[in-house]
């Protein structure tokens, strides 16, 4: 790993490590071995080193853009279609019952 | 170089004509399939009896005199990215082993009204992250070219499938290249569509402001007429222009005098120089047609791939997010929802994607969210913007799809950054939601094929179909 530029902006403080690496795992719903949260913590720092090539750009005055044209919401008019057939669906999911898929409690667990 | 097999159009005139029949036709691509497959893998199924029962359908509505679409009778190949009703569409992923959707993505209802008979699902990397299908959870494609090679991805299947003989034409999808760089280590023709322009609903998300389905084929007039059948307004993907499909078989023949081929004079560099040469003989090519070539310049296009491998993995973070063990796929049971949530997905996912998915967590999370994904939307806007300037002076732009010929397997495995690095030509199109196509144009290094890309602005298809024309003439 090369030593990370220390830009004089607040990103400096921003260089990940593996606590941070753990949260955003956490925030992703994956469970990292210690091993797999070691290597993931060098690649993605190295990642975000090299992303630092945009921080030398002046974006103050540019307008984001979150996609690529212009398009606006769509609306249609409200008429009853079919739907997905529901034996169809819940014939793949991986339990159902009732007619709906069924989930592991969801309350009365604590983290 | 590229074995020539024979092209949609003339399968589907002889199919048409009487000169060979669906069946007869499909019965050849399926013993290639079977003298080759195993070596390739470019498939993750072959749906053989539904080819052979589809064929003959074709064949009996023939023989009945009954009008039959433009690709009656063609075997086409799908990336297993796009749901394919009751059969298994995976994305190359064990998260999605054995799913089967309830219902077709629009380019598969458009195919079939076509006639087309659909061979198999291809393999991929991993819900389309990748550059050589080496992600796949269900083992490598390898290149009909050079088996000690990548095919290119993460559309590497349907690339090999085409290059093989295994189908006349397949689609991919392409996010940051992946059907221009694989088209080109296997020399084919391969198309991103201007986005919009082709239907998203039923094709698998990965990062849904950058994906867009596309073909791979032979020839330019194969692409064309592809284009033609899978393009045009789609109700049911709200991202989709209300354009009818581009009528581009007719413009092939227009050729190119007195358009303008951009030349990128600041162009990121590292590419083979039997690559660059390529691209030189291109400009050449198409100046002796009656071109002029234009210098142009896109500042902003080094920063292509920072802003790309930080938008897309932010959209897939949130595409991906579905995958949680509820309603389709595999579950890891555990004690309550949220362990369930996390074995799931820790189970299911491979290596690259839990990297995307963590590299997009982090660059949307609070406290990072300006720093990382809210600077790279305004450096997408100034790629756009260079791209609209280039515009002003040319027609389209010429550079090489891919700085390399196909790889040997493993040679980019161990650094993703480098892997990442093949897109260096591609992404820039994906955000600025333009057009682009590889047109194979000549061997480099080691005999293998060199790709160059013809890239257009939004809706320009029909100049570049133009100009992929004229160098398929020249080469």
Not at chain 2, 32 to 46: P, S
Not at chain 2, 388 to 401: E, F, H, K, Q, R
Request: proline residues 6%; glycine residues 8%.
């Amino acid at each position: 790993m090369t030593e990370p530029v220390r830009d004089t902006d607040s990103r400096a403080d921003r260089v990940l490590d593996d606590a941070v690496v753990a949260k955003v795992a956490r925030l992703a719903r994956l469970t990292l071995t210690p091993d797999e949260l070691t290597v993931m913590t060098e690649q993605l720092s190295g990642m975000l080193e090299h992303f630092r090539d945009i921080d030398k750009l002046d974006l103050s005055a540019v307008a984001p853009m979150a996609q690529p044209l212009p398009l606006k919401n769509v609306m249609r008019d409200d008429v009853v279609q079919p739907g997905l057939d529901r034996d169809e669906v819940l014939a793949v999911a991986p339990a159902a019952e009732d007619q709906r898929f069924r989930v592991p409690p969801t309350i009365g667990f604590v983290e | 170089m590229v074995p020539r097999f024979a092209s949609v159009l003339d399968i589907a005139r002889d199919i048409r004509e009487g000169a060979t029949s669906a069946t007869r036709v499909l019965e050849e691509h399926l013993s290639r399939i079977d003298a080759r497959e195993g070596e390739i893998h470019a498939f993750n199924l072959v749906t053989r009896d539904e080819a052979l029962a589809s064929a003959a359908r074709i064949d009996a509505d023939i023989a009945a005199g009954k009008p039959v679409g433009p690709l009656a009778g063609v075997p086409i190949a799908l990336k297993d990215n796009m749901c394919t009703r009751g059969v298994p569409t995976t994305c190359s992923s064990k998260i999605l082993e054995g799913w089967k959707p309830p219902y077709n993505a629009t380019v598969v209802t458009k195919l079939h009204d076509a006639g087309a008979i659909v061979v198999g699902k291809t393999n991929l990397d991993e819900f389309a992250m990748g550059s050589s299908t080496e992600n796949s959870a269900f083992g490598p494609t390898r290149n009909p070219l050079d088996t000690s090679r990548v095919p290119g991805g993460s559309s590497g299947g349907s690339a090999a499938a085409v290059a093989a003989g295994f189908a006349a034409a397949s689609l991919g999808s392409d996010t940051g290249g992946s059907i221009r760089q694989p088209a080109a280590l296997c020399g084919l023709v391969g198309v991103k569509p201007t986005y919009g322009l082709v239907s998203r609903q039923g094709l698998i998300a990965f990062a849904s402001s950058l994906d867009q389905i596309g073909p791979f084929t032979h020839t330019v007039a194969d692409a064309a007429l592809l284009m033609e059948v899978i393009g045009g307004h789609d109700p049911l993907d709200s991202t989709s222009l209300p354009n009818a499909a581009p009528q581009l078989g007719v413009v092939l023949d227009r050729g190119v005098e007195g358009l303008r081929i951009g030349r990128v004079v600041d162009m990121p560099s590292g590419s083979e120089p039997e690559v660059l040469a390529r691209l030189e003989a291109a400009f050449a090519a198409l100046e002796a047609a009656g071109a002029t070539v234009v210098d142009v310049r896109l500042p902003s296009l080094e920063y292509g791939l920072t802003a790309y491998y930080l938008v897309a993995p932010a959209e897939a973070s949130s595409n991906l997010a579905r995958y949680d063990g509820v309603r389709y796929g595999m579950r890891v049971d555990a004690p309550d929802l949220n362990a369930m949530y996390a074995a799931t997905r820790s189970a299911g996912f491979g290596a690259e994607v839990k990297r995307r998915i963590m590299l997009g967590t982090y660059a949307l999370s609070a406290g990072y969210y300006d720093a990382y994904y809210g600077k790279a939307l305004k450096v997408r806007r100034l790629i756009a913007d260079d791209f609209a300037a280039a515009y002003g002076s040319c027609d389209v732009v010429l550079t090489p799809t891919s700085p390399t010929v196909a790889f040997p397997f493993g040679d980019k495995t161990a650094d993703p950054l480098a892997m990442y690095l093949c897109d260096v030509f591609t992404i820039p199109t994906n955000l600025a939601g333009h057009a682009a196509m590889s047109v194979p144009f000549g061997t480099g290094a080691h005999g293998l094929p060199v790709g160059v890309q013809v890239l257009a602005p939004a809706l320009g298809e029909e100049t570049m179909f133009r100009v992929a024309a004229a160098l398929e003439r020249a080469s």
